[in-house]
């Protein structure tokens, strides 16, 4: 190679060499505008903002305060001004992890066009704030507010901008009802049950809320009352189908006349004053009345005068018009401890029989006659007689079996109990004197033949 092309050569080297220097010069100032940081770019005084709104995929919703929040298209619209205050607090002090100074090509970020816009006004300042495109690198969101630069923050505010109009209403919201005094049913169903502790009639100390029929008190299942009063407190109201409902509305949905209504007294927790605080809430349901004769059901719920209407599912619907004294009350005919009876007395074909109990260590022990006997199948006899179908049909077959069972209880420390053949399936039961309901002819076969065991052995 001669000395002119070993020149060339050289100078081509050299050329490369300068352009490498100044690409990595560049890069080295253009990497020294990536910088750690941990500063707050946006300090709001969420009490001092006036106006929120956002873009978002295909939403976009705007809301100002005038004293409380209200939905600029529709101030009509109940707004949950916690839920509004929460999506404020992204920005109360709003700090980033990394900042991207002076960045030029914001399309590499997303913030060219933003996933999400939020505008946000607050006295004499307005943000914008936008959000870009997630680093899967870094795990932060890509944000700008109009200053020039990128910032990634860690805690990202699409987690609470990714709502619905649906999700910023204020639902009305069932009480607790630990205490419950009082339970009325008007519409299908009409009656009220109250809630005792004393002067109470019943053979059992678990009943507790009791319904008075022909000037008599009847206790209800402690239990099923429970289950009935969970139904209405786990009530989903969520899926509204208006919040703002007209008078022609509450028609369309049948809640002008519901079909239940259902008032609940109660107490709730002592105040600071430590005193107990007493309540109502009203719930009405109803279905769409033009589906009276249609298989499925489109049920609607209304709390109090609310204007808010909800859709609620069919098993719901089904579960609180359950509310019958017959859905309510003892499905057992005996439904008193069998360690709360002391004396049995039964008459079964013409003879008499009684069964006694005596305590010895402190223990319980049954005795016919002057013999130890066990209860095992007289137990799971007596507690099987539940009923299949509630009647107050009097008595017109022969009586197969009564028992009178002494209880220890003194708000009804007797009972007596009769069964009478009905027909091939079932017994009529008889409790003091009153008839009740039929009962499995079978569970009446297993009480006789779990006395004849005792009595015949």
Known sequence: MNRSKRLYVLLGVLVVFCALTL????YEERREK???????IMELNCEEATSLSWEHESEALAFHKDETWMYDEDENFPVNEEKIFGLLENFESFGVSFII??????????????????????????YEIAL???SEMDGERYVSV????????????????DVGLGDLIMHDEIPELDSVKEIEFA?????KAVYKEDNRVTYSKEDLYFVKKDGQEFP?????VEQYLNIIRELNLTDYVSYHVTDDELKTYGLDEPDLEVTVQYRAQEDEGGQEKEGTVVLRISRNPKEENEEETTAYARVGESKIIYKISELDYEDLMNASYEDLCHKNVVWADFNDISHVEISLEGEEYELTVKEED???VWYYQENEIETDDFRNALNSLSASEFTEEEPKGKEEISLTLQIDNENQPKVRIGLYRYDGNNCLAVVDGTPVSLVDRSCTVDLIEAINAIVLR
């Open 187 to 191: 519409g299908s169903e009409n009656y």
């Open 34 to 40: 990536i910088k750690n940081s941990g500063e707050s």
């Open 220 to 224: 209800l299942d402690t239990e099923n």
């Open 101 to 126: 100074e002076d960045a030029e090509d914001l399309s590499q970020y997303g913030l060219d066009d933003p996933i999400c816009k939020i505008h946000i006004g607050a006295g004499e300042e307005n």
């Open 23 to 26: 690409g990595v010069s560049q």
């Open 132 to 134: 870009g495109n997630y």
């Open 362 to 364: 402190k223990e319980k």
């Open 146 to 161: 109009g200053d020039g630069n990128v910032y990634l923050v860690k805690d990202d505010p699409l987690n609470s901008f």
